[in-house]
């Protein structure tokens, strides 16, 4: 297995193309190549079968080992609806909304603007957010949005993508993203959003043409999430859909998902007092399925949804609460909160807190829930998974 960004595969032949230009006398070292040996199990999942697609999930959990803060509990801006606008709009709720944030666990959160959006805040709301953040002890930053034509509810700046990351225009957007997160001291940042790498012909960028002109730009993505590691080396790295490649997998440090399978159909049921978090409790389990066989993930690397989404409403589902956060330790053991509700009563949130602590308690037991719980495409279809038990 090549450990190359972009590669074809056809039989047992992986190629990637590093469109590099090597002088008279000069050498190129390719890419590491990993070689290992499993053994058919006869279940075809996805066109493979299930033997090699649990060799290169395991191969992934090795070269990218777990941070020591996992489990990590995050809320997605984007789902909670915060951001600058609130912080700007609507500061005691934004207040309360940290302050409840904090009681329940949470670690990180990173608002719903990307980096190129906000520049449209004054400088004192940017700061007034981080220092909201700091102060309820929860890392925050924002999105490395590296272009998206979509405005995301409406609340945000939509940007067309740069063709080539290798352009002067993608380097300056590097530079000063860079830039922002030393400023305001930001740590926590989700990234690889629209991770998408175009051919180029434009020979003033510094590569060749073609299929040729992929490789070098998807590299130059990439060390960019090295540069943020070496100059900021207690950051937290997140991923979502764009994050498709399972060769990204090791840039990425704790959590990752994919959004692309719907999580739930939130807005009917067939038994009406099935309440909307047993709803979307319901669908992240075919949801998270899903992530690990598309990408070949670990299990315990994969994000779970919690609750409802916040810009959806942002009540408290005392019905179906506690069961979503239970069905999602018993998938992977990575939180992802939808929305902190305005009203919580303080028993919910204990709750939250026990099994949190209890996640964090039993990391090594939760690596290999895999072994412990029924995580079959059957039970994904169902909607069902094994329970925790206490």
């Known amino acids: 297995m090549l450990e190359a960004v972009y590669w074809d595969h056809e039989g047992n032949t992986l190629t990637y193309y590093p469109g590099v230009t090597i002088p008279s006398g000069g050498s190129y070292q390719s890419e590491k190549a990993a070689i290992g040996v499993y053994q058919k199990q ?13 060799w290169i999930t395991e191969y992934h959990a090795q070269i990218s080992p777990i941070r020591k803060e996992w489990p990590d509990v995050y809320v997605e801006g984007w789902t909670a609806n915060l951001g600058l606008k609130e912080t700007r709009d609507q500061p005691e709720w934004t207040r309360r909304w940290f302050q409840t944030a904090q009681k329940k666990g949470v670690s990180d959160i990173d608002a719903y603007e990307p980096y190129h959006q906000i520049k449209a805040y004054a400088p004192e709301v940017i700061q007034r957010f981080v220092d909201l953040a700091t102060e309820h002890n929860i890392r925050t930053g924002f999105w490395f949005d590296h272009g998206a ?5 409406g609340t945000v700046v939509a940007k067309q993508p740069w063709a080539c990351k290798l352009s ?13 997160i030393e400023k305001y001291k930001l740590r926590s940042m989700h990234w690889a959003d ?5 051919p180029c012909d434009n020979k003033s960028h510094g590569h060749l043409p073609g299929k040729y002109s992929v490789y070098a730009p998807g590299q130059r993505m990439l060390r960019f999430a090295e540069d943020v590691r070496k100059r900021f080396p207690d950051s937290v790295l997140g991923a979502h859909g764009g994050f498709n490649n399972p060769q990204y997998a090791k840039y990425v440090d704790s959590r990752m998902n994919a959004w692309w399978v719907d999580p739930a159909d939130r807005f009917s049921a067939i038994e009406p007092d099935i309440h909307i978090d047993r709803l979307v409790a319901g669908g992240n389990i075919p949801y998270v399925y899903g992530a690990h066989v598309t990408n070949l993930i670990p299990w315990f690397r994969i ?10 409403n942002n009540l408290h589902d005392r019905a179906g609460f506690r069961y979503g956060l239970l069905a999602a330790l018993a998938m992977t053991g990575q939180l992802c909160l939808n929305s902190i509700p305005d009203e919580i009563p303080e028993s919910e949130i204990a709750f939250t807190r026990k099994w949190i602590a209890w996640a964090r308690d039993n990391r090594d037991y939760l690596k290999e829930t895999d072994r412990l719980f029924d995580r079959s495409l059957r039970s994904a279809i169902s909607g069902r998974v094994t329970p925790i038990l206490y």
Do not use: K, Q
């Not at 002067?168 to 922002?180: C, K, V």
């Not at 629209?194 to 175009?198: A, D, L, Q, S």
């Open 42 to 54: 006869g279940d075809i999942v996805g066109g493979w079968d299930r033997g090699i697609r649990d």
């Open 149 to 153: 034509d979509n405005d995301w509810h």
């Open 168 to 180: 002067p225009e993608a380097e300056a957007d590097f530079t000063e993203t860079l830039s922002t």
């Open 194 to 198: 629209f991770f998408t790498v175009w």
């Open 303 to 312: 994000l779970n949804w919690v609750n409802h989404m916040g810009y959806e």
